[in-house]
């Protein structure tokens, strides 16, 4: 029986115990099945991550594939029914962590790129790909190195497929076409420490800050688009008191974030935040932290050849989404006008016996090429 490549491909990077930020050999073997094919492979590494830019062409446009070889922990390994890295099938479906995020899309963009050049060797434009072993972790040393090395040399990016698992229920119902941005901040109320007999003599800080903190809860920042939904804000942790119960603090710490739409700025945020902290007379310090800012991919070459790859390896007609949290998407729409995400079902992501169908897989590597072969046509 002949073994599907991307199932092949796709248990060998499973087989690598790439934990965050750690690459475990991945993209190695990415990179010599890339070279055999005539790509140039080119390793930005930085700070202990490993990234790598492999291109194939050097003429517009310029059509990247981009991802990552790193996955989170495995968790309890008692409650994996086999070991996360050693690729498992049972029912129907390929075990190990990674299996869905994201080391399925990476081994279908190499045999998508494999049956591709094969058959269209003389193809216009640039394909590449854009791999990093830094995106589940802090990001710092991973596609951003990438991206300003790009900018630095004045490579640009024309379109951009991620391939986060973003399908809900079934291969290709789903396609990211942006993201929300995230905008945190560490506010810290002062008041005047005390003993709780005598409240007289101190200043709680808790009790000063709760108004304003109700009134941002229920602000509504914007009303979103038809993309976005309206921006949100959450209060993440709160931190305040020495431990003692007959002791008032001095002062209280709210970590907060915004997942804001394109409909409000991260300026106009910050902004209409402090005012209200001012009109609430606290005394405070604030310290932000601009994670992402939102991108945003509307119809036009990129979203409507994958609407129809899809259609046609699925026959489903895709639902645009811009929901869930932030992806590299962010660092590549930097220098990338059109970029949008594909990838298998994310149910299993980050859970314990993470798992993709097997037979999704052949598909999610036609649909690659399918793009490929629309926005890169044969030169002949």
Not at 218 to 240: A, V
Not at 317 to 344: H, K, M, N, Y
Request: net charge negative.
């Amino acid at each position: 029986m002949t073994v599907d490549a991307t199932l092949e491909l796709a248990g060998q990077l499973i087989a690598c115990r790439s934990v965050t930020p750690e690459d475990g050999g991945c993209l190695p073997i990415i990179a010599a099945r890339l070279q055999a094919i005539g790509f140039e492979c080119e390793f930005l590494n930085r700070g202990g991550v490993s990234n790598l830019w492999a291109r194939h062409g050097r003429s517009r446009p310029l059509l990247c594939l981009a991802g990552h070889t790193d996955v989170v922990p495995s968790g309890p390994l008692e409650q994996w029914h086999s070991d996360p890295f050693a690729p498992a099938q049972r029912d129907g479906l390929l075990y190990g962590r990674g299996a869905a995020d994201m080391k399925s899309s990476l081994a279908a963009f190499v045999v998508a790129a494999e049956a591709y050049l094969a058959a269209r060797p003389r193809h216009c434009g640039s394909l590449a790909l854009l791999l990093t072993s830094d995106e589940e972790g802090d990001a710092l040393d991973g596609t951003v190195v990438v991206t300003e090395a790009l900018r630095q040399r004045g490579e640009t990016i024309d379109y951009c497929i991620v391939g986060e698992p973003t399908a809900v229920n079934t291969l290709g119902d789903t396609v990211k076409n942006g993201r929300r941005g995230s905008l945190s901040a560490k506010l810290t109320v002062k008041g005047v420490q005390g003993h709780v007999a005598y409240p007289q003599l101190a200043s709680n800080p808790i009790h000063l800050a709760a108004p304003a903190l109700a009134e941002l809860a229920q602000t509504l920042w914007d009303q979103g688009n038809e993309f976005f939904p309206p921006t949100t804000w959450q209060i993440s942790n709160i931190h305040g008191g020495t431990g003692a119960g007959n002791v008032i603090p001095g002062s209280v710490e709210i970590d907060f974030n915004f997942r804001f739409a394109t409909a409000s700025t991260p300026e106009d945020l910050r902004a209409r935040t402090c005012a209200l902290l001012d009109r609430h007379g606290l005394a405070y310090d604030i310290v932000w932290t601009l994670g992402a800012r939102p991108f945003l991919t509307g119809r036009g070459a990129l979203v409507d050849a994958a609407l129809q790859a899809i259609r046609a390896e699925t026959g489903v007609d895709a639902e645009l989404s811009t929901s869930g949290g932030t992806s590299d998407g962010r660092f590549i729409a930097e220098i990338c006008p059109q970029v949008i995400e594909i990838g298998p079902v994310n149910a299993s992501i980050h859970k314990v016996n993470e798992c993709v169908d097997i037979a999704s897989l052949p598909r999610l590597a036609a649909i690659y090429r399918r793009i490929l072969e629309e926005l890169l046509p044969s030169d002949v």
